[in-house]
T-cell receptor
Framework: ETGVTQTPRHLVMGMTNKKSLKCEQH?????MYWYKQSAKKPLELMFV???????ENNSVPSRFSPECPNSSHLFLHLHTLQPEDSALYLC???????????FGPGTRLLVL | KQEVTQIPAALSVPEGENLVLNCSFT??????LQWFRQDPGKGLTSLLL?????REQTSGRLNASLDKSSGRSTLYIAASQPGDSATYLC????????????FGEGTQLTVNP
């Protein structure tokens, strides 16, 4: 498998559920990112990891919890989400922080 | 705070036309600017990246220009094809702190056969 992969591609969850989104990059990159894309709004940066350390948290509510166990994997743990959290969640990676970002296909999340 | 605006929000053209997509940004202290393509329900594909010291970049039928002083970038698509139909996103990276990309809302392009 090449590039950036994300699982699951689609997820429906209730507000009391706990779920996790997974991202894996096969590019040997050192930086990984989570973005949120809502309808009619620009992409919003959520979290940035460089060499497995979080370097940016863009004022994201604590119901979103990222985890980067190694440079190839990035998780986004979800708990007690709200309906307004329904969106497309995109993962990206880059060789270094200043480099061109490569995106995965996204996870379409619906919170009921 | 950097703001990125893309005009028009949507564009429909017949096949074969040359077209220009516009991107403007409020803070000219950018590190680089990147153009992406997004197909419906899918992730983003990087098209072109222009460093702040560059004026333009070309890839095939695509040409992106950058005018930092006026806070503008354009994406020129030559001889458009139906396969070019997608949403085109512009993103700027501010300063040298590295991580933050600020995106515009995109231009939805439809090329009709």
């Amino acid at each position: 498998e090449t590039g950036v992969t994300q699982t699951p591609r689609h997820l429906v969850m209730g507000m009391t559920n706990k779920k996790s989104l997974k991202c894996e990059q096969h590019l040997g990159h050192n930086a990984m990112y989570w973005y949120k894309q809502s309808a009619k709004k620009p992409l919003e940066l959520m979290f940035v990891y460089s060499l497995e350390e979080r370097v940016e948290n863009n004022s994201v509510p604590s119901r979103f919890s990222p985890e980067c166990p190694n440079s190839s994997h990035l998780f986004l743990h979800l708990h007690t989400l709200q309906p307004e959290d329904s969106a497309l969640y995109l993962c990206a990676s880059s060789q270094v922080l200043l480099g061109s970002q490569y995106f995965g296909p996204g996870t379409r999340l619906l919170v009921l | 705070k950097q703001e990125v605006t893309q005009i028009p929000a949507a564009l429909s053209v017949p096949e074969g036309e040359n077209l220009v997509l516009n991107c403007s940004f409020t803070d000219s202290a950018i590190y680089n600017l990147q153009w992406f393509r997004q197909d419906p329900g899918k992730g983003l594909t990087s098209l072109l990246l222009i460093q702040s010291s560059q004026r333009e970049q070309t890839s095939g039928r695509l040409n992106a220009s950058l005018d930092k002083s006026s806070g503008r970038s354009t994406l020129y698509i030559a001889a458009s094809q139906p396969g070019d139909s997608a949403t085109y996103l512009c993103a700027v990276r501010v300063g040298t702190s590295g991580s933050r990309l600020t995106f515009g809302e995109g231009t939805q392009l439809t090329v009709n056969p």
